[in-house]
């Protein structure tokens, strides 16, 4: 029986996301891409859409999320759910449409 590779996924040193299969560890327990595939954009509206449904399910507007990196560093981001008034030609009430994401600097 043939076993399925497992997937990985993993952010690159400019920023970008990778999902893919890992090769197995060499001898120095080094792993490296086998199969990547570049999943960024998905991965980010993958993760604001299970804010958006957790905040939905809760009924709440706002909220913020942290997390601890291993370095000792913390990232918090904040959330605030709203729904701006229906332009004309764009999605159907109901319907999902990708927002483009805007990086803000300091």
Sequence with gaps: MRKEPEYHIGCGLFGKIYA???????????QKWRHKSEVTEEAIFAVMQLFKTEMQMLRKTTGSSSYKFPNGM????NFKLEKEPPQKGGAEDGEE????????QE
């Design 74 to 77: 913390t990232l918090t981001v």
């Design 97 to 104: 449409s990708r927002t483009e994401r805007v990086p803000q």
């Design 20 to 30: 893919g299969a890992l090769t197995p560890p060499d001898k120095n327990g080094m």
